[in-house]
């Protein structure tokens, strides 16, 4: 009996030993390993910084880099631990396609950022407007863009969604028309009005002198005559021109006595 427990003993010692130190060595090279992919990671996207690789591309790349390596050293630790590597593979590769059924709109999202990244209609910086969202480009990762909106917020979208929809570019041309529209009563004179909406668009430093500034008459209305006023400047400077314009084209046309109409009806009783 005690020779039959010290053996069992022995067996269970052994296992621990041989097992146990192929269990330590591999959290060794695990955590040493993840270590060598973050460095490898941040060297790889210095070298590209070095070559000034789009911005969009270094974020994309860095991405994969980083996934493909962890895939590998699993695959490295999982045959440290005795695993054999062909079935482990086999296994993983079964799992993946499952995830993959389940996880359609994923592969979707990262075909989405490659037709991205091959097309280029945006690169990080653009201001874009798409899936309902304005915002600047701030990343272009493997599954989704990031927008920064002028209100601050960040809008995160599934690339497949933005690569299969509208997407409206407004700094591919470099310069952006700033549309307004300015109201002024029948009354007023035309020529007087476009001469003061004229000047003010002209006097400010961020409206481009090409294409030039344009101001005229765009509609007749029930109630005013619409004067269309459209300066052009480069896009990060849009809302500051157009916030410019609408204030101070509103104090000088105060200024030269040209009325301002709004909304009103003339009611007559008839006896």
Known sequence: MN????????????????????????????????????????????????????????GFLRSLINILLKVMLLISIAKMVGIETTSFIAV?????????????????????????????????GDLIESQGHLGTVKEIHIFVTILLTPENKTVILPNAAVSNGDIVNYTTEGVIRVDMLFGISYGSNIKDAKNVLQKIIEGHPKVLKDPAP??????????????????????????????YVYEEGKLALDKAGITIPFPQVDVHMAK
Do not use: C
């Open 92 to 124: 993983l590769g079964a799992a993946g396609l499952a995830v993959g059924m389940a996880m359609q709109g994923t592969l979707g999202n990262f075909a989405g950022g490659v037709m991205i990244l091959i097309f280029k209609p945006f690169k990080v």
């Open 214 to 243: 344009f101001v005229g008459v765009k509609e007749l209305a029930d109630s005013s005559v619409n004067l269309a006023v459209r300066p052009y400047t480069k896009p990060q400077d849009y809302w500051e021109v157009y916030f």
């Open 3 to 58: 020779e039959k427990f010290s053996e069992y003993a022995e067996q269970v010692y052994n296992l621990v030993i041989t097992h146990g130190i192929k269990v330590i060595t591999a959290i060794i090279v695990l955590i040493v390993g993840l270590w060598i992919i973050k460095v490898v990671t941040q060297r790889t996207n210095k070298v590209m910084e070095k070559r000034e690789l789009n911005v969009s591309v270094r």
